[in-house]
Nanobody, 121 residues
Framework: QVQLVESGGGLVQAGGSLRLSCAAS????????MAWYRQAPGKQRELVAS???????NYADSVKGRFTISRDNAKNTVYLQMNSLKPDDTAVYYC???????????????WGQGTQVTVSS
């Protein structure tokens, strides 16, 4: 039983900022990669950013230099700081985590319910 809960979405003007948070809870031994995806209307879900257990990050070209992903391992939480937001960033943002549920490396990939980010022009 693992649950990912996102927060921090909302409506913001172009050029503004938002910080998304995603907290994992339940049966968790360790968390491997955590990531943020997004899905805009009429489009497929795409990877926005990811962060490994060691802190290595990757970003989609469209957000590089504007977004920052980070994690707090003590809190089982991943963040996405979004600056200089554009209307094209409008989407439902989903948290994703690859989780080991026990010391025996029982692994599963989990998704949050999504949080809406709307950027107005």
């Amino acid at each position: 039983q693992v649950q990912l809960v996102e927060s921090g979405g909302g409506l913001v003007q172009a050029g503004g900022s938002l910080r998304l948070s995603c907290a994992a809870s339940g049966r968790i031994f360790s968390i491997n990669t955590m990531a943020w995806y997004r899905q805009a209307p009429g489009k497929q879900r795409e990877l926005v950013a990811s962060v490994s257990s060691g802190g290595s990050t990757n970003y989609a070209d469209s957000v590089k230099g504007r977004f920052t992903i980070s994690r707090d391992n003590a809190k089982n939480t991943v963040y996405l700081q979004m600056n200089s937001l554009k209307p094209d960033d409008t989407a439902v943002y989903y948290c994703n985590a690859d989780i080991n549920s026990s010391r025996w490396s029982t692994r599963g990939v989990y998704w949050g319910q999504g949080t809406q980010v709307t950027v107005s022009s």
